[in-house]
Structure formats: structure tokens, C-alpha cells
């Protein structure tokens, strides 16, 4: 089993520039995160799905969109990526039950210029 | 806000002392938990607790919950330097967690 697996692992984007991150799990877990990691603030999150086809706004969502089409799968997308999206970005996912813990993706290391 | 304090922020210590840090919060939360990350990776689970007063040992590391169920501690003895990492608690919200800062420890050889 891969478990979380993030694509891609670096990205430099100019800013007013569109990507995407992808996510994948192989566990059939029910819940998916994306999170950011910055010095000082901690992991925030920024959306979250209970499931395939939901998604849900977490601590720090604008300026990003998700989609959670497949189960397996759960894309972070910037629209127009600004110098303050500088991040480590982290994919996380856990089964539905309660009191389970999460399983953290290697992370996507982004820089906005 | 800022719901879960953790402290100390940074600890430096030798091989072979103990230590605790600790994870604070005026919250209730239904579960804690532990994890560590290391440079460039992912944080790592290493324990959920959920009940009150519950205390869980993993090795040189031991866990407690608080009875409120609103602070929790790590203990490690005898730190080894491979115990090195950023040490985050996470207090369980519904479906979602919410992450302390974290204490970053280095165990010096």
C-alpha cells in the first residue's frame, strides 16, 4: 500500500498562475483533508470531504477550490495563486469512524513569485 | 484564536533526560492526539486517546488526557536523538482536528 501519496512534491508558480494538487489514497478511507503548514501558524485547515462527492469549507478556504469526484482522490485547486499561498501543503485521510487518527500525505512544497 | 497551546515551543535537551511537554486548551474535545513530524515529511500518528484520565504507553513515550478532557501531556524517558522531531497534538472536532503549533524537540548525542 502507497497509503497518501501527493502530486507534485515542489511547484513554482508566478503569481495570477492556476495548478492543481492532487491527492490519492489507497486505504478507502471516508475523510479527506488539505492543510497548510506555515512557520509559526501551525497546520490550518482549508477544505475537508466527508466523503465522495462532498466537500466542505475548513479554517482557511478562500482563495483555493477542491473536488472530491472519486473516493480514492481529492484535488486542491488554486484559481489565481497570490505570494501569500506560499506553503507546504499537506493531503491527510482517516476512515469515517470516530476517534481514528489521520494519515498524513509527504506533502506539496508550493512558492508563489 | 488560537484553541490549542502547546509548551514549550522549542526544547534542547541531552540524550538520556526526560521530558513533558504539554497541550492546553479551554475546550472540550472529544479525542486528543499525538503526532510527529519530521523535516519534510508528513506528520506521523502515535496515539488517540478519548477518555478522560486515560493514560496510553507506547514504548519510552507516555500519553495522558486530561479528566476534563481539555489538556493532555507526552512524557518521553531516556530521550534518544532519533526522538528528534516537531511534536503537534491535535484535539478531534466533529470530523475535523484542530492542531497545536507544535514543540519542536532536539535531542543532542
Known amino acids: 500500500n502507497a497509503g497518501v501519496t501527493q502530486t507534485p512534491k515542489f511547484r513554482v508558480l508566478k503569481t495570477g498562475q492556476s495548478m492543481t494538487l492532487l491527492c490519492a489514497q489507497d486505504?478507502?478511507?471516508?475523510?479527506m483533508y488539505w492543510y497548510r503548514q506555515d512557520p509559526g501558524m501551525g497546520l490550518r485547515l482549508i477544505h475537508y470531504s466527508v466523503g465522495e462527492g462532498t466537500t466542505a469549507k475548513g479554517e482557511v478556504p478562500d482563495g483555493y477550490n477542491v473536488s472530491r469526484l472519486k473516493k480514492q482522490n481529492f484535488l486542491l485547486g488554486l484559481e489565481s495563486a497570490a505570494p501569500s499561498q506560499t506553503s507546504v501543503y499537506f493531503c491527510?485521510?482517516?476512515?469515517?469512524?470516530?476517534?481514528?487518527?489521520?494519515?498524513f500525505g509527504p506533502g506539496t512544497r508550493l512558492t508563489v513569485l | 484564536t488560537q484553541l490549542l497551546e502547546q509548551s514549550p515551543q522549542f526544547l534542547s535537551i541531552q540524550e538520556g533526560e526526560n521530558l513533558t511537554v504539554y497541550c492546553n486548551s479551554s475546550s472540550v474535545f472529544s479525542s486528543l492526539q499525538w503526532y510527529r513530524q519530521e523535516p519534510g515529511e508528513g506528520p506521523v500518528l502515535l496515539v488517540t486517546?478519548?477518555?478522560?484520565?486515560e493514560v496510553k504507553k507506547l514504548k519510552r513515550l507516555t500519553f495522558q488526557f486530561g479528566d476534563a478532557r481539555k489538556d493532555s501531556s507526552l512524557h518521553i524517558t531516556a530521550a534518544q536523538p532519533g526522538d528528534t522531531g516537531l511534536y503537534l497534538c491535535?484535539?478531534?472536532?466533529?470530523?475535523?482536528?484542530?492542531f497545536g503549533k507544535g514543540t519542536k524537540l532536539t535531542v543532542n548525542p
Open positions: 486505504m478507502n478511507h471516508e475523510y
Open positions: 491535535a484535539g478531534g472536532r466533529s470530523e475535523k482536528l484542530v
Open positions: 486517546v478519548v477518555t478522560g484520565g
Open positions: 491527510a485521510s482517516r476512515p469515517g469512524l470516530a476517534g481514528f487518527g489521520q494519515f
